[in-house]
C-alpha cells in the first residue's frame, strides 16, 4: 500500500540537542510538506519542497533544517537553536497540484526533557 | 501566515444530529479542501471544492463555497460518535503566476458528538 511513513512516533530531546525526524513516502510525489500542530494554533508550515534538491522556508523556519536528497524522502532536523521545539510535527505530501489533496503521515510528538 | 478561519472553534452535539461548521478566507483560491484529524494522529483529506463549485456531496458530507463571501461550510449528516474528531478547512491561493501554490490551513474546530 502507498502512503506516508513518519518515525520515531516519539521523540525526547534534552536541551542543545539536535534530533533529526524521518518522513519517507512511496506515492511518487513530487512535492513534501513539515508542518508544526500546538495546541490551538492548527498547523504552520516549517519547510516544504517541490521537487529533489531543492527546498523553501515556510512561515516558522528558524531553527530547524531540512535535505530532500531523495523523491521519497525529506528528514527534519530540530536544530538546539529552535527554543521551544516541543511539539506535534506533520509530514505530508502531495502531487504539483493540490487538486489530489496532501496526504499525511502520523506524525511524531517531540518532547524536550 | 493562516488564511482559512473556522467557526465554531468547537462543537458538541448528539449523535443522529447534523453538524455545520464554517470556514472564512481572505484571498482568491483555486479550491478548498476539509481535512479532518483523529486526537493524536495525521490529517485525514475529505473533500475538495473547486473555486467554481458551489456545492460537493460526499456520503454524509456536504461542502459548500460562497466565492462572494469568501466562506465554505461543512456539513456531516446523521453524525456519529465516531465523526468526533477535529475537522480544518485549507485553501489553495490563486496566484496570478501560476506557479505552484501551497495549502493554508485554519485553526480547526473540535468536534464531540455524544452517544
Known amino acids: 500500500d502507498g502512503g506516508i511513513t513518519q518515525s520515531p512516533k516519539y521523540l525526547f530531546r534534552k536541551e542543545g540537542q539536535n534530533v533529526t525526524l524521518s518522513c519517507e513516502q512511496n506515492l511518487n510525489h513530487d512535492a513534501m510538506y513539515w508542518y508544526r500542530q500546538d495546541p490551538g494554533q492548527g498547523l504552520r508550515l516549517i519547510y516544504y519542497?517541490?521537487?529533489?534538491?531543492?527546498?523553501q522556508k515556510g512561515d516558522i523556519a528558524e531553527g530547524y533544517s531540512v535535505s530532500r536528497e531523495k523523491k521519497e524522502s525529506f528528514p527534519l532536523t530540530v536544530t538546539s537553536a529552535q527554543k521551544n521545539p516541543t511539539a506535534f510535527y506533520l509530514c505530508?505530501?502531495?502531487?504539483?497540484?493540490?487538486?489530489?489533496?496532501?496526504?499525511f503521515g502520523s506524525g511524531t510528538r517531540l518532547t524536550v526533557v | 501566515s493562516q488564511q482559512g478561519e473556522e467557526d465554531p472553534q468547537a462543537l458538541s452535539i448528539q449523535e443522529g444530529e447534523n453538524a455545520t461548521m464554517n470556514c472564512s478566507y481572505k484571498?482568491?483560491?483555486?479550491?478548498l479542501q476539509w481535512y479532518r484529524q483523529n486526537s493524536g494522529r495525521g490529517l485525514v483529506h475529505l473533500i475538495l471544492i473547486r473555486s467554481n463549485e458551489r456545492e460537493k456531496h460526499s456520503g454524509r458530507l456536504r461542502v459548500t463555497l460562497d466565492t462572494s463571501k469568501k466562506s465554505s461550510s461543512l456539513l456531516i449528516t446523521a453524525s456519529r460518535a465516531a465523526d468526533t474528531a477535529s475537522y480544518f478547512c485549507?485553501?489553495?491561493?490563486?496566484?496570478?503566476?501560476?506557479?505552484?501554490?501551497?495549502?493554508?490551513f485554519g485553526k480547526g474546530i473540535t468536534l464531540s458528538v455524544r452517544p
Open positions: 484571498t482568491s483560491i483555486n479550491n
Open positions: 505530508a505530501s502531495s502531487l504539483p497540484s493540490t487538486f489530489d489533496g496532501y496526504t
Open positions: 519542497s517541490q521537487i529533489v534538491n531543492d527546498f
Open positions: 485549507a485553501t489553495d491561493p490563486f496566484y496570478f503566476t501560476g506557479a505552484n501554490s501551497k495549502l493554508t
